[in-house]
DNA sequence: TTGAAAGCGATACCAT
DNA sequence: ATGGTATCGCTTTCAA
């Protein structure tokens, strides 16, 4: 019931001691007799105080934040992205601001004004230049997820266009594949930069002709409905397409089925991410698992080690995981179950280790 | 560069004037002369000054800040919602704390905690039990987003049932459907409460044989996959499903679709929300429209004029609007387009107002 | 072990 | 129009 008027030193007051004592009771720093504790403590509760947050990162110079930009785009990617962070800050007892760059005028310069506000800051790569990245380097402490940063800004990633290239070569190899279209916009996100780059390696590795530029649209699931509607327009259709990730690889095929055409004896289709819905559909999606919860928490541990100061300020690049399904023209050994996470592909899954995991100059 | 050490105290002394005044001018609050303003000025851009958020915060006694309490859900809603939540409070430079209680433990004492970081609190419907809700409210400005609260808490919200009631009508008077099976968990959230409840009450006023239970799954394209499977497993099967939302909606379109079902010819299919996918797939998906982001950016500009004390505590009703298009068994004239969002529903949507708007005690 | 007092960085009242 | 100063709520030396 009461609460506003409620001070350290009203406390400190009803328990008979000085304000720092109060402090270290409810801190639990420094040396407090037995007894003394008890008191305080019993104030404390009987009023139900509690330290003012802006009081206490006055004085202690810390915030209890940190801060979480993304471009603020919808799916399943960015919802595990957002609760993987925050599940890990809150375990630290710290909050998360956010900040949705996504179709705003001067992100920039509102991401320098969050970084005043909290302790350290989590960049999706690709959201803000580097130049502002470098920056925001100088005043606090940065680590970008999906994406690289500036030499010395630590990065939670995964090696995309090795995984890329492995999916790609599975098509191109295994399936004797021609005419691949690559389906993402390259420039949207160092995320599709880093698969089409795969894409294209994987056809130089082959020395075949190097695939027609990509079809570049986003990465949500209508994007891919869209770039459905644009492959079947095409004279020469494409034998397969490998898309950015698995959102627009569900438009595909739902665009591509829904104008009759067979996946993937007509069209073979591919994603990237490996969410919920990739194993239920018809057919299942060929696709690469990433560890996206996983990023989200890992980034927010190393930062939080960071702002602790107690930093290795290594980068960190997580393994992925090539899993092959129907829709790239694999056998699917039987229908697909309904909580396809918790089962296994159908062809062992070719690990994809990456060389050098960890390091960074 | 140089940006640490950086005080009012410091700016007063390399401006020649007090602290006092260097305030009055990074505010521009009270008098101060054009030249006095243009020599702090300019001493504040030289050293780059920018005024400490928690120093301001502490003496202003408000955190200019405003939290976001949400599930934590996947999907085109839910980050629809976040960001038209943030958009409005970045406008009001409010930055936005979020709190993710979905699968949290103890999560009713994080909102607690978190409403003393900030000025205010926005909280989905159902996320927090409705004694937290009224405890929050004696402490700090809350609203409800889509959902109720205790009286006296002003909420933000459509007309579930009655939506529902009008779309479930459609399905039992328009198209002589019988055998309706709803989709969704009530217990979820009040809006799958509501829409459950109109869909019932569509039964009862054409009395009608109530609905059986509902297929109770979450509210993501997997859960509507999974009730697809249910649905398929039944001795008779149901001539249609009312979905809680457009995800599971979708999910149960894939899923049924994928076991060889014709949709509507063997089953009919309506979702809730019109996210963009509703209108790309085949059929494209009949449902109810509810202006999502406008929701979420009232609700943010409510709660910022309640903090900011210039407050009517009245609860706001959005209007929702039937979308007819294919899956409940209308005709659609042509194919779906690329671009659903921007494309007129077949048949002239039915309009469905509240009846008293905006009324609240 | 405990307390007094000096900040932390900014605002705002009260004189001037 | 400007400056001095108390204050916000808490932490943290420094003495006692």
């Keep these: 019931m009461s609460n506003s008027r409620l001070t350290v030193r009203e406390i400190a007051r009803l328990a008979g001691v000085s304000v720092a004592t109060v402090s270290r009771v409810s801190n639990g720093t420094g040396q407090v007799s037995e007894e003394t504790r008890r008191r305080v403590l019993r104030a404390i509760e009987e009023h139900g105080y509690r330290p003012d947050h802006l009081g206490r990162a006055l004085a202690a110079r810390r915030h209890g934040a940190v801060g979480l930009v993304f471009p603020g785009l919808s799916g399943p990617y960015f919802s595990e992205l957002i609760q993987g962070f925050e599940s890990e800050a809150v375990k630290a007892k710290t909050s998360v601001h956010i900040l949705c760059t996504h179709l705003r005028a001067d992100s920039d310069a509102e991401v320098i004004e969050m970084a005043h506000r909290v302790d350290g800051l989590a960049v999706l790569g690709g959201t803000v230049s580097h130049d502002t990245i470098e920056e925001l380097a100088t005043m606090r402490p940065i680590v970008v997820l999906a994406g690289d940063g500036p030499a010395g800004v630590p990065a939670v990633r995964v090696d995309n266009a090795a995984a890329t290239a492995a999916l790609t070569r599975h098509l191109l190899v295994d399936h004797g594949l021609r005419r691949l279209e690559f389906v993402g916009d390259p420039n949207g996100s160092p995320d599709v930069t880093e698969r089409w780059a795969g894409f294209r390696q994987a056809h130089r590795d082959l020395e075949l002709p190097l695939p027609r530029a990509p079809i570049r649209v986003g990465l949500q699931q209508p994007d891919g409905v869209f770039a459905a509607d644009q492959v079947l327009r095409r004279a020469i259709r494409p034998q397969g397409v490998v898309c950015a990730n698995d959102e627009t690889a569900l438009?595909?095929?739902?665009?591509?089925?829904?104008?009759?055409?067979?996946?993937?004896?007509?069209?073979?289709?591919?994603?990237?991410?490996?969410?919920?819905?990739?194993?239920?559909?018809?057919?299942?999606?060929?696709?690469?698992?990433?560890?996206?919860?996983?990023?989200?928490?890992?980034?927010?541990?190393?930062?939080?080690?960071?702002?602790?100061?107690?930093?290795?300020?290594?980068?960190?690049?997580?393994?992925?995981?090539?899993?092959?399904?129907?829709?790239?023209?694999?056998?699917?050994?039987?229908?697909?179950?309904?909580?396809?996470?918790?089962?296994?592909?159908?062809?062992?899954?070719?690990?994809?280790?990456?060389?050098?995991a960890g390091d960074h100059p």
Aim: proline content about 11%.
């Design 251 to 356: 438009g595909v095929l739902i665009g591509a089925s829904g104008r009759g055409l067979r996946v993937p004896e007509d069209l073979v289709i591919t994603g990237f991410d490996d969410i919920p819905m990739a194993a239920l559909v018809t057919p299942p999606l060929t696709t690469v698992r990433q560890p996206v919860r996983e990023l989200a928490s890992q980034t927010a541990r190393l930062l939080l080690q960071v702002a602790a100061g107690s930093a290795d300020h290594t980068s960190l690049l997580h393994p992925t995981e090539l899993v092959i399904r129907g829709s790239c023209g694999c056998p699917t050994s039987t229908a697909p179950t309904p909580t396809g996470r918790r089962r296994t592909p159908q062809i062992a899954p070719q690990r994809h280790e990456p060389s050098g």
